[in-house]
């Protein structure tokens, strides 16, 4: 089994996996569960304010994400280093803590339940309650309502960080296996990449949702995954190919659509199969391979279009020095309405002017 093969494989087990993870997460908005069980919390304990706090290990950090009678953003200290305070300790212990009378000052005193978020015998955040309105400190009772919802959050938190990991560990294989495609050709290196970058900063830019953002990079960074079926004499060619060469290698667009309608389910993978597919049709018609025109053109096909176009013309070849940034960002803007949507071209310029048509100094945060 080739590299290639082994990768497609082992996207197609992933995909499968999140399409379920994907399902069970739209059905449950993961702030709403925080936000339900803390008021729930408020009203049963009569507590007058409670915070859920959440674990980030990889940032080292544990982050106020939900609260009620407090705003997260005005307490003292919405962000924790790990172990710190009672909420890091109990974090770190995994073990209940209750204060009765902590002094507040001003002759007040603080009572505090904090219990920890576990799921799968790890801790992963905690709850804390803070002061009964009948001033009277939190009894058994509370602890016993506190723990078990704590529990139901818990397991929410768990499924979420596990999709939120899968969906890492996907995008990762789709990385490797564009990476893969683009070794077979290196004066490409580096292609698939670098347009999933500008698409994906292109479809910030027009304010797409996030997770539109993501689909959209994902699909980007599959454009050309049909190269995969194209013979090397053809892809690999270091002088430019002939017309009959040509009609070979505009085959990666069906090719690549073949490859993505595999993986299953489809629907998963529908905004990528069409983007691999229709990523050379062109507003005026002129494209290929089925001659569309303007919005019957898929918005991400649109988009990747214009990206592609521009790495492939900034790209240097053995056969071609390449165009500069400021050429390539004329040449889009000259057939911006005929052949690349207006809209988007005239997004993809903004960028450029941002950085001022320095590639070195182009945003470089990450799509996921």
């Known amino acids: 089994m080739t590299t290639i093969t082994k990768l497609e494989s082992k996207v197609k087990e992933l995909s499968k996996l999140l399409e379920a993870l994907k399902e069970l997460n739209a059905a449950i908005d993961l702030q709403d569960i925080f936000q339900g069980i803390l008021n729930q919390m408020v009203m049963i304990a009569e507590a007058k304010e409670a915070t859920l706090w959440v674990l980030e290990k990889e940032k080292n ?22 172990g ?4 890091g300790n109990v974090i770190n212990t995994g073990k209940t803590d209750v204060v009765e009378n902590a002094e507040q000052g001003m002759g007040e005193y603080k009572a505090m339940l904090t219990v920890p978020l576990k799921a799968k015998g790890q801790t992963l955040g905690a709850i804390q309650l803070v002061n009964k309105k ?40 789709i990385r490797m296996l564009a990476e893969a495609l683009d070794a077979r050709d290196p004066l490409t290196k580096g292609h698939s990449e670098r347009v999933a970058r500008y698409a994906w900063l292109i479809g910030k830019r027009m304010k797409l949702d996030p997770q539109v ?22 892809l690999r060619k270091t002088t430019g190919l002939t017309d009959s ?12 659509a073949r490859i993505l309608s595999a993986i299953k389910p489809n629907r998963f993978f529908q905004k990528s199969i069409d983007t691999a597919l229709l990523h050379h049709e062109r507003m005026d018609g002129s494209g290929y391979p089925n001659k569309l025109k303007g ?11 214009v990206a592609d176009a521009f ?22 803007i000259r057939c911006k309405g005929s052949l690349f949507d207006s809209e988007i071209v005239d997004t993809f310029i903004e960028i450029l002017d941002d950085c001022s048509y320095d590639l070195q100094a182009f945003p470089t945060e990450d799509a996921v």
């Open 61 to 82: 950090r544990i982050v106020a994400k939900a609260s009620c009678g407090v705003s997260a953003e005005s307490l003292p200290l919405p962000t924790l280093t790990v």
């Open 84 to 87: 710190e305070g009672i909420i």
């Open 134 to 173: 009948d001033r009277s400190a939190f009894d058994d009772r509370d602890v016993k309502l506190a723990v078990t919802l704590a529990e139901q959050s818990g397991l929410a938190l768990h499924n979420s960080q596990m999709y939120d990991e899968l969906y890492k560990m996907f995008l990762s294989m």
């Open 213 to 234: 953002c993501f689909e959209l990079y994902q699909a980007a960074i599959l454009h050309d995954i049909g190269k995969i079926g194209i013979e090397d004499r053809i």
């Open 245 to 256: 060469e040509y009609e070979l290698m505009k085959k990666h667009t069906e090719i690549g």
């Open 295 to 305: 919005e019957e053109i898929p918005l991400f096909a649109r988009i990747v279009g």
């Open 311 to 332: 790495d492939a013309m900034t790209t240097v070849r053995t056969y071609s020095e390449g165009m500069s940034v400021q050429e390539a960002a004329a040449e889009l």
